[in-house]
């Protein structure tokens, strides 16, 4: 999958101005940033049940997402938007918050489970699997019970601004994606983070 181009980029998130910051919508910011860098501006289209906008990424045309279906129901928007623009799964992008890895780090991964993300899973159901992910870490609160108000509360200043700095970092590594394949774009995004640290 290496040699693949993207041609759906969707963040995961919750729509409404008291879920905008949390830690859960992410990846929402994360196609902000790319929207914001490329020029996009994002609409809402009743028959994606999203925001929408398109970009040019290495000189490909690019469509970003931001389901506003309520995360767990992310599936229903992400299949609305492929099966109209007939985008297969492998040349697709979904970017969300992973309580697994630290605040401050990133990783791309094709296919694969849930790991616990319904808006991951609901994906899974609506699209299939093999799909390319791009998981910004939000750390894991430490106990199961505090997982669901630890998403949906907004991080510490501290911790808000590394989240912001590795979805800056993680542009960056899109853009090599597209231009210049997922290896390239995953050992880019893996060093910067190992000298950052």
Same mark, same amino acid.
């Given at each position: 999958?290496?040699?693949?181009?993207? $041609?759906?980029?969707? %963040?995961?998130?919750?729509?409404? #101005?008291?879920? /905008?910051?949390?830690?859960?919508? !992410?990846?929402?910011?994360?196609?902000?940033?790319?929207?914001? &860098?490329?020029?996009? &501006?994002?609409?809402?289209?009743?028959?994606?049940?999203?925001?929408?906008?398109?970009?040019?990424? %290495?000189? !490909?045309?690019? $469509? /970003?997402?931001? #389901? $506003?279906?309520?995360?767990?129901?992310?599936?229903?928007?992400?299949?609305?938007?492929?099966?109209?623009? +007939?985008?297969? !799964?492998?040349?697709?992008?979904?970017?969300?918050?992973?309580?697994?890895? #630290?605040?401050?780090?990133?990783?791309? &991964?094709?296919?694969?489970?849930?790991?616990?993300?319904?808006?991951?899973?609901?994906? @899974?159901? =609506? @699209?299939?699997?093999?799909?390319?992910?791009?998981?910004?870490?939000?750390?894991?609160?430490?106990?199961?019970?505090?997982?669901?108000?630890?998403?949906? +509360?907004?991080?510490?200043?501290?911790?808000?601004?590394?989240?912001?700095?590795?979805?800056?970092?993680?542009?960056?590594?899109? *853009?090599?994606?597209?231009? *210049?394949?997922?290896? +390239?774009?995953?050992?880019?995004? =893996?060093? &910067?983070? !190992?000298?950052?640290?």
């Amino acid at each position: 999958m290496s040699g693949t181009t993207l $041609q759906a980029i969707i %963040g995961l998130g919750n729509p409404g #101005p008291e879920h /905008l910051l949390t830690r859960h919508n !992410a990846g929402f910011w994360a196609v902000d940033a790319l929207a914001a &860098k490329f020029g996009g &501006k994002f609409r809402s289209h009743a028959k994606y049940q999203g925001d929408v906008c398109r970009i040019d990424l %290495g000189g !490909a045309e690019v $469509q /970003l997402l931001k #389901p $506003q279906t309520f995360m767990n129901r992310s599936g229903l928007s992400v299949r609305a938007l492929t099966d109209y623009l +007939k985008i297969s !799964a492998p040349h697709t992008l979904v970017i969300y918050d992973e309580l697994d890895l #630290p605040v401050g780090t990133a990783r791309f &991964k094709f296919g694969g489970g849930a790991g616990g993300h319904n808006g991951v899973r609901d994906i @899974i159901t =609506h @699209i299939g699997a093999d799909y390319w992910r791009l998981r910004i870490g939000v750390g894991h609160p430490g106990a199961k019970a505090e997982v669901i108000d630890h998403v949906l +509360k907004r991080a510490p200043r501290e911790e808000e601004e590394l989240t912001l700095a590795t979805i800056a970092r993680s542009v960056e590594a899109i *853009e090599v994606f597209q231009r *210049e394949g997922a290896e +390239k774009a995953m050992n880019m995004l =893996h060093q &910067k983070e !190992a000298a950052k640290g």
